[in-house]
């Protein structure tokens, strides 16, 4: 994930209007990936995102063929981003000859196209709050493997200690209280991540949202440039939606409901034969909260210590693990 874009630093309103453009059409690639596809350093971009610098119009059209895939989309907002690359352009030139420098005013564009840029940009940001949503998903997904690495780690040391001989139980305790102590903190990463992932869901919902609005606008400015458009009933404007009828949706909801009530049963059933009531591994001797046990460092990155997890896993099971997403199998994405 890239660093939030800083404020913009163009000299022009007009430079900063095209680089609020260049964001959009790049939103969610980082500078590091800019570079490695097009022949600018991180520098350079860094100057294009935030308006202190401008790219050259070939640039400009490499950028909106990578990144704007659909052909109409991709041709309304090339040509969009080329006439504010263009006022930028001038603003900067007026500005070195120290002539006045016009202020970028309201455009006489077409309404039609107006609409379509504005749904061009709904769903730019729609696409971008799927891409974060699927990448939240899969951060808790990887998460709920740490915890389960960790646990399994936590109950099987225990075990181990319990019937270990008396020289070997303090190591083991030692590694029992590291352990537990991942344990807390992936615990705590796993309900951030969570929380994460319900942000990234309401706004995709919010995005999909104003894909909508912008749609409707769009097609009230195309039913009003039609001369003497016919009157329209309430029941054929439904259908003229094209939206799934209601009763479907009901009948929808109504297996959903048998289905959850089901899952609910099984649930149940399965709790009663796993002990839920079971607490994580204790150990007998005295513990810790702090972030520094047995004279170890505990809060540093979680990774390093998922890699020594999965190391002893791989040792002891004989089932290779490469991931933290790789307990499950191929039901995580990598």
Known sequence: MGRPLGALKGRTEQAN?????????????????????????????????????????????????R???????????????????EAAQQAARALEKDLPVPLPGPRRADPTTVALLRLDDARLRQIEAMQKLAASERRREQLEDMVSVLQERCTLIESERDRAREEAQAELQRELQMSLEYRRQADEKLEHARRAEEKAYQLRLAA???????????????????EDPPPVSGPFMVQELNLPPLE??????????????????????????????AQPASSDGPQTTSRIVQGHVVDMAVTAAAQDVLEHRQENAGKPLTSLGSKAGARFRP
């Open 248 to 277: 479907q949706i009901h009948e929808l909801l109504a297996v959903a409901q048998e289905q959850l009530e089901a899952q609910d049963n099984e649930l149940d059933d399965l709790g009663e034969q796993i002990d839920l009531g």
């Open 17 to 65: 209007e095209f680089a609020r453009w260049l964001r959009r059409v790049t939103s969610g690639v980082t500078v590091r990936t800019l570079e490695t596809e097009f022949p600018y350093g991180k520098s350079s971009w860094s100057g294009f995102r935030d308006g202190s610098r401008l790219p050259s119009p070939g640039l400009v059209e490499q950028v909106a063929a």
């Open 67 to 85: 990144y704007l895939r659909e052909p109409a989309v991709r041709a309304r907002q090339l040509a969009h981003g080329i006439r504010l690359l």
């Open 208 to 226: 999909e949202k104003q894909v909508s609005i912008e749609r409707m606008a769009l097609r009230r400015i195309d039913q009003d440039t039609v």
